[in-house]
């Protein structure tokens, strides 16, 4: 008899739940960091800790989501890489969680997750646009970026919930 113990840690879901933490914090100080100056430097701070927490959680999930049968434009490095590329930048990642996104949705769901995906996106181009512009009120960019982190958070929980731990993703880790 074998008394050695496996563990098998849930990879996808350990980083979604710090996730989910660091994004609803964003949710909240992001509008109040218009009202309140020296809420940016914490909206900053808590935005360079969401960041590297998502990318691994990403890729993760990217690899997660090889299905047969379903092309990914992005590879699981690229899934990251995308973020850093200026240009690339405004629409690949969208395109890198959609198709994760339709990678592990039914075929009758594939429709409406990818326009959560979308939704999600848009928030936070315009988030980013209206963050940076000097024609809209500071609180414009606040409320979408706001509004991103929310709706991120949606999508964050479905594609957990799509794509449930690998075994094989521990020892590629």
């Known amino acids: 008899m074998d008394s050695t113990i496996t563990l098998r840690p849930h990879v996808v879901s350990t980083p979604a739940g710090l996730l989910y933490a660091l994004l609803a914090a964003q949710a909240v ?8 100056p020296l809420l940016r430097y914490f909206a900053a701070l808590l935005f360079a ?4 927490v998502l990318l691994v959680w990403l890729h993760r999930v990217r690899r997660n989501a090889e299905v047969p049968g379903r092309v990914h434009r992005w590879s699981p490095r690229w899934v990251v890489g995308v973020w850093f590329v200026p240009v690339l930048n405004l629409w690949a990642p969208y395109q890198a969680v959609a198709d994760v996104a339709a990678a592990g949705a039914p075929e009758s769901q594939r429709a409406e997750v990818t326009r959560q995906v979308l939704a999600w996106w848009l928030a936070w181009l315009v988030g980013l646009a209206a963050t940076g512009s000097r024609l809209l009120p500071a609180w414009v960019g606040a409320v979408f970026s706001a ?22 993703l521990i020892s590629g880790m």
């Open 29 to 36: 100080v992001q509008p109040l960091s218009a009202a309140v």
């Open 49 to 52: 800790c969401t960041a590297p």
């Open 147 to 168: 509004l991103a982190c929310v709706l991120l958070i949606a999508v964050v929980r479905k594609l957990t919930a799509m794509h449930p731990a690998d075994e094989r």
